[in-house]
Structures are given as structure tokens and as C-alpha cells.
């Protein structure tokens, strides 16, 4: 059904050009400030992908986004104190 996507930040040296990038992936950010592009591809492709990427001129660096390896599901050891305020 939906197939897994990995996260890319590519840095860039102009934008203009970089919104070429949109044939790798699907882009999903790109800061004007900073020079960076936020973009997703396909798992079963994304070492291809990023070398592809990596070779073009306006490129500077590519990295792996870990976004979807960080833990979301937090459990608290420390005991609920908010009954103790209720009147």
C-alpha cells in the first residue's frame, strides 16, 4: 500500500537548480536562508538515489535524516504529582 520513505537533507549551493531535485523524490522543505533541501525517496532506492544527488554541481552535502529511528514513546517513571494539587 504505502511504500517506506526515508528522509534526505541535501545542503546546496543555489536553490534555483535545486528544484531539479524534485525527479529523485518528493521535496518536502526548502530554506531560502539556509540552503538546504528537506526531501523524501524510496527505501528500496536511496543509496542509488543518493549518489545521484550527490554528484550534481549545486550540491554540497547529503545527509540521512534519523528522524524515523528516534524513539516517540516516552513512559515516565517519575509518579504523577498533579493529585496532590487538586483540592
Given at each position: 500500500?504505502?511504500?517506506?520513505?526515508?528522509?534526505?537533507?541535501?545542503?546546496?549551493?543555489?536553490?534555483?537548480?535545486?528544484?531539479?531535485?524534485?525527479?529523485?523524490?518528493?521535496?518536502?522543505?526548502?530554506?531560502?536562508?539556509?540552503?538546504?533541501?528537506?526531501?523524501?525517496?524510496?527505501?528500496?532506492?536511496?543509496?542509488?538515489?543518493?549518489?545521484?544527488i550527490?554528484?550534481?554541481?549545486?550540491?554540497?552535502?547529503?545527509?540521512?535524516?534519523?528522524?524515523?529511528?528516534?524513539?516517540?514513546?516516552?513512559?515516565?517513571?517519575?509518579?504523577?504529582?498533579?493529585?496532590?494539587?487538586t483540592?
Open positions: 500500500m504505502f511504500t517506506e520513505r526515508i528522509g534526505l537533507i541535501i545542503w546546496v549551493t543555489d536553490l534555483k537548480p535545486a528544484r531539479n531535485l524534485e525527479r529523485y523524490g518528493t521535496v518536502y522543505y526548502m530554506s531560502k536562508k539556509l540552503h538546504y533541501v528537506v526531501m523524501y525517496v524510496n527505501k528500496d532506492h536511496w543509496e542509488d538515489t543518493m549518489r545521484n550527490q554528484r550534481l554541481p549545486y550540491v554540497k552535502k547529503v545527509e540521512r535524516s534519523y528522524r524515523s529511528e528516534i524513539k516517540t514513546e516516552y513512559n515516565s517513571n517519575v509518579p504523577d504529582k498533579t493529585r496532590f494539587y483540592f
